[in-house]
Structure formats: C-alpha cells, structure tokens
C-alpha cells in the first residue's frame, strides 16, 4: 500500500533550479508541493499567476507555522541558505538545500549540529551524483575497471545567471562558488577521500564591469595522492544553446574514463533562429528529489548529504584563499 505523499515546501525561486524542483515534484507521486514561500514581490505574483491552487508566503514563519509539512527545498540566494535551513529545522523540518550549503563554514557547521541534535535528514542537492552517466563511472571504478585512480580533471562551465550571484553579499563568490562544488563534489565521490590540498588561479574576468570572479582554474591534491583539476568557469556566451556542461576524464593505473554528461541532445537551427539544443538525457533532478523524500520516509543517509556540501565548500573557499593569497591552501581549513 502506498503511503502518503511527502507534504513539502519550497523556499524561494531565487535559484533557478527551484523550477526544475517544482517540475519533479509535479511528476512523481511520491511528494506534492504543499505551499511556497518567495518574499521577492515580483516573482511571488508570477508564481500566484501561474499556481492559483498552492498557498503562496512572503513570510516564512507564518508558512512553517500554517502548513504541515514534511520537509522543505532551499533555493534562495546562497548567504540565506542559513537562515531558512535554521527556521525550517527548529521547526522539526527535513531539508534539501541547494548548493553550495551556505557560503561560510560555520554556517555549514551549524546546519550539521542541528540536524544531528533534531534528527533531521540535511540532503545537498548534487544532481550529479544522480545523473546516469556519473553514476556509471563510479560503478566502473568500483569495480577496479580502471585500476587506481591517478588523476580526475573536470569542466562545469556555464553562462553567467546574472541578478543576485553577482552581488557578493548574497552570492559568496561568482563562477567559483557557483560551480565548483558540483565537480569536487564527484571527486570526494569517486575517490571516497578528502582534500589536502587546493591551488587556484582567477582570470581577468570575461565581464570586466562583474564584482565577482567569472573565470578560474582549481587545483585539488586528495590525500591518497590522487591529482584533480576543476575549470569551473562562467565562460559560455549568453547566447549560447545550452547553459553549459559538466565533463569529466578520470585517468587510472589500468585505463581512462572520458564522460560529457550532458552530450545527448537534439540540435535544431530554424530560419530566423539561432542554433538550440534541447537536452534528451538523464532527469538527474527527478532521481534526487526522489531519493530525496525516501530518505525521509526511511531515514537513511541520503546519497549527498549535509556533511558532503560542506565539504564541497570548504574546497571551494579554500580556493578563494588560494587566489588571494597566492599559494597553496592547506586543508581543513584553520588547523
């Protein structure tokens, strides 16, 4: 007999990615979108437009303390993740937060206390650990298909989202922070070890007039020995036919994996258009948000938990460190 849905809530459009979200959870029966909160006016009349039938907030609170939910989805600005995973905690809510976690350590930090003091699943939402192609070259390293690992080299490029991940205050960081995780994320995971060490080098940016940082380069030294390399840059035109890719070369004793996860697609060009992609490949975010509420339901470890994107951040601030200091970044950081 099938239980009922899993009642949850998103927090803030301000992430793209809560669409996406939005869109999973419309699909799958085993979760249903009970009620919003988005305090920006401009986007909560559109999503009252479009979701005439879902309670719609622009006070938190008052959502947490009206609604019975089960868990929320975090997609607000990366510097609030915080203060709505704290909310929604204390409330006795499991969370899914998107990435990066936060965007200081004790703020992480403080996320793991309490979901460890409360009992709560903390989910980061790493769609690639979920994605069809990423999850085959683990089971092939797994298996020793390519003997040990040597090195791991890495691109999440995209184009620049523009609005509020180019305001520090709100953002943590530009391309850097953006991006980063997701391809340290898989490292950790394919590896299963930590970090020791990071270098980074930051380009003259690609948009001069941006505050943050749009183009860098990252070095990661694990401490198996194990060598990667992360191009996590805003370097695609805003015209160009899909936001970006995640591609990985793993290199080991015994052979090499080469994976472009996001290289099934149809390609059209029609008179008076330009050139689009239209992505046919693998719904990794409908494999999260799924996993996701089963976790919950069954309390077990999700596959990217709360301690993986602090993790993930901590390489990533590491990196900023790296820049602005110009040498080698010793991890964990303040030891």
Not at 42 to 47: D, T
Not at 66 to 72: C, G, N, S, T
Not at 270 to 282: F, H, P, T, V
């Given at each position: 007999m099938m239980n009922d849905p899993l009642k949850i809530g998103i927090v803030s459009f301000a992430h793209m990615h809560a669409w996406s979200y939005l869109r999973a959870l419309s699909e799958i029966e085993e979760g249903e979108l009970s009620a919003i909160f988005e305090e920006d006016p401009?986007?909560?009349?559109?999503?009252e437009s479009r979701f005439p039938d879902i309670a719609i907030y622009s006070d938190l609170r008052e959502m947490?303390?009206?609604?019975?939910?089960?868990?929320?989805?975090?997609?607000?600005?990366?510097?609030?993740h915080i203060s709505h995973a704290r909310e929604a905690m204390l409330r006795g809510l499991h969370i899914m937060v998107e990435k990066p976690i936060t965007t200081r350590l004790e703020d992480a930090d403080e996320i793991l206390s309490l979901a460890e003091r409360e009992d709560l699943i903390v989910q980061t939402a790493f769609p690639m650990r979920y994605h069809d192609a990423t999850v085959i070259v683990r089971d092939l390293i797994e298996r020793g298909s390519i003997g040990e690992i040597l090195v791991i080299t890495a691109t999440n490029h995209g184009r620049y989202p523009g609005g509020w991940f180019g305001v520090k205050e709100l953002s943590g960081g530009g391309a850097m922070m953006d991006h980063t995780v997701h391809t340290a994320d898989l490292m950790r995971w394919?590896?299963?070890?930590?970090?020791?060490?990071?270098y980074a080098v930051r380009g003259r940016n690609?948009?001069?007039?941006?505050?943050?940082?749009?183009?860098?380069?990252i070095s990661l030294t694990f401490n198996g020995g194990v060598i990667g390399s992360i191009d996590c840059s805003w370097s695609r035109p805003s015209t160009y036919p899909i936001w970006g890719d995640v591609w990985l070369l793993v290199i080991g004793t015994k052979g090499c994996i080469y994976v472009d996860a996001f290289a099934s697609r149809v390609e059209s060009v029609?008179?008076?258009?330009?050139?689009?992609?239209?992505?046919?490949?693998?719904?990794a975010d409908k494999v999260m948000i799924r996993d996701f509420i089963r976790c919950v339901e069954e309390g077990r470890r999700p596959r990217a938990?709360?301690?993986?994107?602090?993790?993930?951040?901590?390489?990533?601030?590491?990196?900023?460190?790296?820049?602005?200091g110009g040498g080698v970044v010793q991890l964990p950081l303040g030891k």
């Open positions: 401009e986007r909560r009349r559109a999503l947490l303390a009206r609604e019975k939910l089960d868990a929320v989805i975090i997609t607000s600005e990366n510097a609030r394919y590896t299963g070890d930590e970090v020791k060490k990071v690609i948009r001069e007039n941006l505050e943050v940082d749009d183009i860098g380069l029609i008179e008076g258009d330009r050139l689009r992609w239209k992505y046919s490949g693998a719904d938990d709360g301690f993986d994107g602090r993790q993930a951040l901590e390489i990533t601030l590491a990196a900023y460190k790296s820049v602005e």
